[in-house]
């Protein structure tokens, strides 16, 4: 079983700085990311790091955001900085198995406030 847990979502000013933290069990992954959702919008990807520590970044966060991975705990982190309202969105935690499996979390909302 697959179990993928977030936390870190929250109300935070422009400006301001929140983390998100993802910690998925249950097995091992290639890859893990977070990608987010906006009303009327499409799931995006945000940010992705490898087992080796290669990262993606969506080009509207690119130095805003970083994000990291301890891969013994399986655990992911997205550092999110300079926010803007822009960012508000459901943000979710996603994990890829080797063979191509993805699994998600279940959505932590960040809302950034002008």
């Known amino acids: 079983q697959v179990q993928l847990v977030e936390s870190g979502g929250g109300l935070v000013q422009a400006g301001g700085s929140l983390r998100l933290s993802c910690t998925a069990s249950?097995?091992?992954?290639?890859?893990m990311g977070w990608y987010r959702q906006a009303p009327g919008k499409q799931r995006e990807l945000v940010a992705r790091?490898?087992?080796?520590?290669?990262?993606n970044y969506a080009d509207s966060v690119k130095g805003r955001f970083t994000i990291s991975r301890d891969v013994a705990k399986n655990t992911v982190v997205l550092q999110m900085n300079s926010l803007k309202p822009e960012d508000t969105a459901v943000y979710y935690c996603?994990?890829?198995?080797?063979?191509?499996?993805?699994?998600w979390g279940q959505g932590t909302q960040v809302t950034v406030s002008s």
């Open positions: 996603n994990a890829r198995k080797y063979d191509g499996s993805d699994y």
């Open positions: 249950g097995s091992f992954f290639n890859a």
């Open positions: 790091i490898s087992g080796g520590g290669g990262t």
